[in-house]
């Protein structure tokens, strides 16, 4: 399976650029060769680092990240067509000064408070979601259960597309349908990657099909009984990589 760089297609096989590997850690290799600078610090700096880049992951959003994949892609050979690349990239450009027209500039210009206080709500608001969101996403995909193959020299992944959503994507809280609606049916990671273009509210039903078809073919297929176990679990694995960097 060759490695490619979007989201839908692959997960933890992504070559991260340095900016990536610092704000969300996805894989352990990569934490590793991080943390490489903090082994006489270890695991006590690692829990807490974390939480920070895990609140900044949104920041990263909406700056730097699109251009850098945009730029990625273009390595890559996505943008074949004449002005393509150039017309993708205005197009970035165009979303995000609309992006902070409304959310920043606006109310700097019209809301009565010290401009700190607005900067201060924004970044807040922004931290917070940061936090929300990798919890949702980093409790399916670093976690104990879970692997982190590696390509070979040519890029190649061993397993095909199917069987590494199910090697590398765990599913928690399969009977909470409030909390299941409440974040957009991601607790259903395995679905989510397998049938990106099936809408959310089919994944329960779908996640029955999934589990069978796995245990006939003898594939895994991981998942948990509450987020609160998926989350500890994935404090237990944030733990270990904190562990293994003060052995490096």
Not at 204 to 215: H, L
Request: aromatic fraction near 16%; proline fraction near 6%; charge should be positive.
């Amino acid at each position: 399976m060759p490695v490619f760089g979007r989201y839908s297609i692959t997960y933890s096989i992504i070559p991260i650029p340095i900016l990536t590997m610092l704000m969300m850690t996805l894989m352990p290799p990569f934490s590793y060769a991080f943390l490489h600078m903090l082994k006489d610090i270890g695991c006590i700096v690692f829990n807490i680092y974390i939480w920070i880049f895990y609140g900044l992951s949104t920041i990263s959003w909406i700056t730097v990240k699109d251009f850098v994949r945009i730029n990625r892609y273009k390595k890559m050979g996505f943008f074949n067509g004449e002005g393509e690349f150039r017309k993708e990239l205005l197009n970035i450009i165009l979303w995000k000064g609309i992006y902070y027209s409304y959310v920043l500039i606006l109310p700097l210009i019209m809301v009565p408070l010290p401009a700190e206080v607005i900067m201060l709500a924004f970044f807040s608001m922004h931290f917070i979601t940061g936090i929300c969101i990798s919890i949702i996403f980093q409790t399916a995909h670093v976690m104990p259960d879970t692997v982190f193959p590696q390509p070979n020299e040519k890029g190649i992944i061993a397993n095909d597309w199917a069987v590494h959503q199910l090697v590398t994507t765990t599913n928690y809280a399969p009977r909470r349908r409030f909390f299941s609606w409440l974040i957009g049916g991601l607790n259903f990671q395995i679905e989510h990657h397998l049938f990106p273009n099936v809408c959310h509210i089919h994944y329960q039903k779908i996640s029955e099909i999934v589990s069978e078809t796995a245990r006939e073919f003898g594939m895994p297929y991981h998942v948990k009984k509450s987020f609160i176990i998926a989350f500890c679990d994935h404090i237990r694995m944030l733990r270990q990589l904190g562990r293994a960097s003060s052995r490096i």
